[in-house]
Nanobody
């Protein structure tokens, strides 16, 4: 079993930056996909970014060029660097370990972007 703990959320002004981190309790080396999802009030949870075990990344169109996902298998961490934040980025952000035998979610960290 893998426990995921997110950190780094907070309140930031539009145009600012935040770096979210996800610490796993176990090895993520074999996890096919480490991902960040977000859910805004009244909206469905959406995939923001994902990184495969081989390092291939995918982003939702709305964050391309602004967000960067990375993973450090040695430290069992996944990060999401968020730049040029917009009020529309405000949401609870969740880390997930998915694929194969893996389906683990963190409890989330809140990001609020003020205009």
């Amino acid at each position: 079993q893998v426990q995921l703990v997110e950190s780094g959320g907070g309140l930031v002004q539009a145009g600012g930056s935040l770096r979210l981190s996800c610490q796993a309790s176990g090895s993520i080396f074999r996890v096919p996909h480490m991902s960040w999802y977000r859910q805004a009030p009244g909206k469905q949870r959406e995939l923001v970014a994902t990184i495969s075990s081989g390092g291939t990344t995918h982003y939702v169109d709305s964050v391309k060029g602004r967000f960067t996902i990375s993973r450090d298998n040695a430290k069992n961490t996944v990060s999401l660097q968020m730049n040029s934040l917009e009020p529309e980025d405000s949401a609870d952000y969740y880390c997930a370990a998915l694929g194969g035998q893996y389906e683990y979610w963190g409890r989330g960290t809140r990001v609020t972007v003020s205009s």
